[in-house]
Structures are given as structure tokens and as C-alpha cells.
């Protein structure tokens, strides 16, 4: 899956960077079909470099990685339901991602990354604390994956109690054991060992307990990470994805609401024509290149082709021409490349259904 260090060498372009999505049926067993098709994205790409007027000795070189890369894929273990393959002169990356993205072929200075944003603006790391009176689990999870995490710091009250039964020659399975159950039987030991685990980790924490257990921990424990909010049922009863599912339920109201406060500020500044707000695309674009962006919001279902660079007259149209890039595409890299948060929505949510807003540090 796509992690933040693939994201930064993703940022870093290639010119030409090749960027191919193509979506899987994870119950497609013909692998014949699946070869045809990614075949043809090839060969758009290809056609597309052709166009650009690049030789075929160069063509090939480019493409010729990911043809590997590829072809070292077991599509039948796969259950994701889109590919990415990205590749040029400095990387080649294949990757299939967890939830739906458009069939498309890119070929320009960036790669292609507006297709992963709502992937990207969802992918938020929380952690999940499964509770029972006799048991306790932590896991570090996203909405596509869940990893436990150890929970070993004990109060020193408790840990000498565990040394000394581990000195006793008590069986190791044993001593867990009663680790764990030192633990649980209390919340005050809970939270410190969660607060050990966590450090300095911000990211939020859901509780996933039965009422009685998680209204005692939330009063008990002090941890500025926890949620307010839980799920009410027994963690240990509940297959992972389904635990997984549960705590979502207390998570995506939090990232839909950090979009629709975005949007909010956005409305706002330009209903008093603050000057920390950019709703055209040049100024987005020469902006974004300066580090000025601090949010930056564009359009999922619009493509404005066109050519930027600083100091000359941006134009934009409707259909690609030779050395074109996608200006929604080109802002999203040049902001992401200076740590803005970016987002993508359909144009009707977007302040005045403009193509693109951005909310500006300075």
C-alpha cells in the first residue's frame, strides 16, 4: 500500500513521469483479460510519448520497468480493486490500492496523484482500544489496515509483582498472562501503558467496549488522544475487520467534518475578501510553487490542460495538446511538495464552483 515515503518520491516527478490506473475485479481468475487490458493502458502511454516526440529507443526505456514490475505481480492473490503503476527516468512504483479509482494513462512532468487524494484524505492513522474486564488489545489502524501494537509498560507496583513470579520460574505464557490481566484490572494501568505505547503519537484513539467497561476507562483515564465517543459492544467477540468497521463508525464523521470546516473557511475568507484566499488557478499555481498554499481544494471531476511557468500568461483548455500537463494535477504536486494538505471534491462543492480554492498562509 502507498505510504508517505512512497507519496515523497511519487513528488518528486520524472519528466516524462508515466502514470497508469486501472481498475481489478477481484473475482476475475481469467488473467488473460487482465494482461489484454494493461497492455492497452501501455500502449496509450506509449502512443501519448510518441506524440510528444519522444524516439522509441526512449519509449521502451521508459516503459520497460513496469512491464517488469508487473509481470512479478500475482493478480490472483490480490483483492484490491485498482492498480497503480508509476514510472520514470528516477522510480517505478506498482502498488494496488484498496478502494476504487478511475481507469486513466497520464504522461507529463508530475505524476498523475489527484486520482489518489480521496484515497489519500482517508487513509488517517487512529488507534483502536479493544476492552473487556479481563482483557485489553491496542491497534495502530487506518480505514484499510489494522497492526497491534505491545502494550509493555506496567505502573512499578505492578511490573515487581510480574518480575517476581518470572523469578518464581513461572512458565513465560504464564507471566503474559498475568500481564495482561494486571492491566486490566485496572484503568489507571491502562492508560499508562496506552500513554507508553503511544508517546507522542496525536492521533486520536477509539475506545471499543461494552458500556460498563468504557464509560469506567473514559472517566478514569487521562489521555488527551481518547475520543469521546465509543463503541458499544465486546472487541473480543468481533472478527478484525469487523472491529475495524465498528470503530469507523466513530471515525469518519471527524475526517468528513476536517473537509467541511475547510470549505467554511474558504466561504468565509471570500465573503470578506481576505486576501489569504485564491480562487484562480495562475495565482493557485504560483502560489503553490512558492509554498504559500496551506490548504488546497480542486475539482476530482475536471481536467484543465494547459502549460504553466512562472511569469508567463497561463492557458488552459478543454483537450491536451503536446507537453500539456493537467494544471489541477500540476497545483496538487507543487503544494504537496510544500506541505499543504490537499483535497479532492466534486466542482459543485467547491466556493463558486470554481475549479480549484486554496486557502493561502500568507
Given at each position: 500500500m502507498?505510504n508517505?515515503?512512497?507519496?515523497?518520491r511519487?513528488l518528486?516527478?520524472g519528466?516524462?513521469?508515466?502514470?497508469?490506473?486501472?481498475?481489478?475485479?477481484p473475482?476475475?481468475?481469467?488473467?488473460?483479460?487482465?494482461?489484454?487490458?494493461l497492455?492497452?493502458?501501455?500502449?496509450?502511454a506509449?502512443?501519448?510519448?510518441?506524440r510528444?516526440?519522444?524516439?522509441?529507443?526512449?519509449?521502451?526505456?521508459l516503459?520497460?520497468?513496469?512491464?517488469?514490475?508487473v509481470?512479478g505481480?500475482?493478480?490472483t492473490?490480490?483483492?484490491?480493486?485498482?492498480?497503480?503503476?508509476f514510472?520514470s527516468?528516477?522510480?517505478t512504483?506498482a502498488e494496488?490500492?484498496p478502494?476504487?479509482v478511475?481507469?486513466?494513462?497520464s504522461?507529463?512532468?508530475?505524476?498523475?496523484?489527484?486520482?489518489?487524494?480521496?484515497?489519500?484524505a482517508g487513509?488517517?492513522?487512529?488507534?483502536?482500544?479493544a476492552?473487556?474486564?479481563e482483557?485489553?488489545?491496542l491497534?495502530a489502524?487506518?480505514?484499510?489496515?489494522?497492526?497491534?501494537?505491545?502494550?509493555?509498560?506496567?505502573p512499578?507496583d505492578?511490573?515487581a509483582?510480574l518480575?517476581s513470579?518470572?523469578?518464581?520460574?513461572?512458565p513465560?505464557?504464564a507471566?503474559?498472562?498475568?500481564?495482561?490481566?494486571?492491566l486490566?484490572?485496572?484503568?489507571?494501568r491502562?492508560?499508562?501503558?496506552?500513554?507508553?505505547?503511544?508517546?507522542?503519537d496525536?492521533?486520536?484513539v477509539?475506545?471499543?467496549a461494552?458500556?460498563?467497561?468504557?464509560?469506567?476507562?473514559l472517566?478514569?483515564?487521562?489521555?488527551?488522544?481518547?475520543l469521546?465517543?465509543f463503541?458499544?459492544?465486546n472487541?473480543?467477540?468481533?472478527?478484525?475487520?469487523?472491529?475495524l468497521?465498528r470503530?469507523?463508525?466513530?471515525m469518519?464523521?471527524?475526517?468528513?467534518?476536517?473537509?467541511?470546516?475547510?470549505?467554511d473557511?474558504?466561504?468565509?475568507r471570500?465573503?470578506?475578501?481576505?486576501?489569504?484566499?485564491?480562487i484562480r488557478?495562475?495565482?493557485i499555481?504560483?502560489?503553490?510553487q512558492?509554498g504559500?498554499?496551506?490548504?488546497?481544494?480542486v475539482?476530482e471531476d475536471e481536467?484543465?490542460?494547459g502549460?504553466?511557468s512562472?511569469?508567463?500568461?497561463?492557458a488552459g483548455?478543454?483537450?491536451?495538446?503536446?507537453?500539456?500537463?493537467?494544471?489541477?494535477?500540476?497545483?496538487?504536486v507543487?503544494?504537496?511538495?510544500?506541505?499543504?494538505r490537499?483535497?479532492?471534491v466534486?466542482?459543485a462543492?467547491?466556493?463558486?464552483?470554481?475549479?480549484a480554492?486554496?486557502l493561502?498562509?500568507?
Amino acid at each position: 500500500m502507498l505510504n508517505d515515503e512512497t507519496i515523497r518520491r511519487l513528488l518528486d516527478g520524472g519528466d516524462p513521469a508515466i502514470s497508469i490506473y486501472m481498475p481489478l475485479d477481484p473475482d476475475q481468475r481469467d488473467l488473460r483479460a487482465v494482461d489484454a487490458r494493461l497492455r492497452e493502458l501501455i500502449g496509450q502511454a506509449d502512443a501519448m510519448m510518441q506524440r510528444d516526440g519522444l524516439d522509441p529507443r526512449r519509449r521502451d526505456q521508459l516503459l520497460a520497468p513496469v512491464q517488469a514490475a508487473v509481470g512479478g505481480m500475482d493478480f490472483t492473490a490480490h483483492r484490491d480493486p485498482t492498480l497503480a503503476l508509476f514510472t520514470s527516468d528516477k522510480v517505478t512504483i506498482a502498488e494496488t490500492l484498496p478502494t476504487d479509482v478511475a481507469e486513466s494513462v497520464s504522461v507529463a512532468a508530475d505524476f498523475h496523484l489527484k486520482p489518489l487524494l480521496p484515497f489519500l484524505a482517508g487513509n488517517r492513522r487512529f488507534f483502536i482500544l479493544a476492552l473487556s474486564k479481563e482483557k485489553i488489545r491496542l491497534i495502530a489502524a487506518t480505514p484499510f489496515s489494522l497492526q497491534d501494537v505491545p502494550l509493555d509498560d506496567l505502573p512499578a507496583d505492578a511490573q515487581a509483582l510480574l518480575d517476581s513470579e518470572a523469578e518464581r520460574g513461572a512458565p513465560a505464557a504464564a507471566v503474559e498472562q498475568q500481564r495482561r490481566a494486571l492491566l486490566a484490572e485496572s484503568a489507571i494501568r491502562i492508560a499508562g501503558a496506552v500513554k507508553a505505547a503511544l508517546g507522542n503519537d496525536p492521533a486520536p484513539v477509539v475506545v471499543v467496549a461494552d458500556p460498563h467497561v468504557a464509560g469506567h476507562f473514559l472517566r478514569a483515564a487521562n489521555l488527551p488522544q481518547l475520543l469521546p465517543d465509543f463503541v458499544a459492544c465486546n472487541p473480543f467477540s468481533l472478527p478484525d475487520q469487523d472491529l475495524l468497521a465498528r470503530a469507523l463508525t466513530v471515525m469518519r464523521p471527524i475526517l468528513s467534518a476536517e473537509l467541511a470546516t475547510i470549505l467554511d473557511r474558504l466561504n468565509a475568507r471570500l465573503g470578506t475578501a481576505e486576501p489569504t484566499v485564491a480562487i484562480r488557478l495562475e495565482e493557485i499555481l504560483v502560489a503553490a510553487q512558492d509554498g504559500r498554499v496551506d490548504v488546497l481544494v480542486v475539482a476530482e471531476d475536471e481536467t484543465i490542460w494547459g502549460r504553466f511557468s512562472p511569469g508567463a500568461t497561463l492557458a488552459g483548455h478543454g483537450s491536451r495538446g503536446p507537453l500539456d500537463e493537467d494544471l489541477l494535477n500540476q497545483a496538487t504536486v507543487l503544494a504537496m511538495r510544500n506541505g499543504a494538505r490537499v483535497f479532492a471534491v466534486p466542482r459543485a462543492r467547491l466556493p463558486r464552483q470554481v475549479p480549484a480554492a486554496a486557502l493561502l498562509r500568507y
